[in-house]
């Protein structure tokens, strides 16, 4: 069952599926070792990892399993948000995304989470959302507890990227808490 990626509006972004022609911003974005400071995977390394998100962006869409639409402002794109791992006999997913350091501070992943999360309890009968967050990563935090998520849980130790151990904090957000 393939899951339409949908194109969403806010008062300043517009959320849409990704392009190929998306492929260069997402390069300098992710290859950047202060905005992937606190991911789970070191910063990408060449230029083809951007055309096998795409791809897998291609993949979680016709499979079904999720959605991950490219933010943009103005015409410029400021990063992505996404509902991966979306199991409907469960009724969850779990969220992730990713700005581009220009971008932080200003909202942008409040406002563009903020719709994919009204999208996504509207149209795939949601139940619950989750997301991991680096303990270090406090803007992060921030995002998800002004969205309504709640601090669940430490997974101890659970990242080893470029040999640095970090934990996560575990969020949750339900259904009954998001209306």
Same mark, same amino acid.
Do not use: I
């Given at each position: 069952?393939?899951l339409?990626?949908?194109?969403l509006e806010?008062?300043?972004l517009?959320?849409r599926? #990704?392009h190929?022609?998306?492929a260069d911003?997402?390069w300098?974005?992710?290859?950047?070792a202060?905005?992937?400071?606190?991911?789970?995977s070191?910063?990408?390394a060449?230029?083809?990892?951007?055309?096998? #998100?795409?791809?897998?962006?291609?993949?979680? =869409?016709?499979?079904?399993?999720?959605?991950r639409?490219?933010m943009?402002?103005?015409g410029? #794109?400021?990063?992505?948000? =996404?509902?991966?791992?979306?199991n409907p006999?469960?009724r969850?997913a779990?969220?992730g995304?990713?700005l581009?350091?220009?971008?932080?501070?200003?909202?942008?992943?409040t406002e563009?989470v903020r719709?994919?999360?009204?999208?996504a309890?509207?149209?795939?009968?949601?139940?619950?959302v989750?997301s991991?967050?680096?303990?270090?990563?406090a803007?992060?935090a921030?995002?998800?507890?002004?969205?309504?998520?709640?601090?669940?849980?430490t997974l101890?130790?659970?990242?080893v990227v470029?040999?640095?151990?970090s934990d996560?904090?575990?969020?949750?957000?339900?259904r009954?808490?998001?209306?």
């Open positions: 069952m393939s339409p990626t949908p194109t806010t008062d300043r517009l959320l599926p #990704f190929e022609a998306d911003d997402l300098e974005m992710h290859s950047s202060s905005v992937l400071r606190y991911w789970d070191p910063p990408w060449e230029p083809s990892r951007a055309e096998r #998100f795409l791809a897998t962006t291609r993949q979680l =869409a016709e499979e079904g399993t999720g959605a639409v490219a943009v402002r103005d410029a #794109f400021v990063g992505w948000c =996404a509902l991966v791992r979306w006999d469960l969850s779990a969220l995304y990713c581009n350091e220009a971008a932080w501070g200003q909202g942008y992943a563009g719709a994919l999360l009204g999208w309890f509207a149209t795939l009968d949601l139940n619950r989750q991991e967050v680096d303990t270090r990563n803007a992060s921030r995002v998800l507890e002004k969205l309504g998520f709640v601090r669940e849980g101890r130790e659970d990242c470029d040999g640095v151990v996560s904090w575990v969020y949750g957000l339900l009954r808490e998001w209306a």
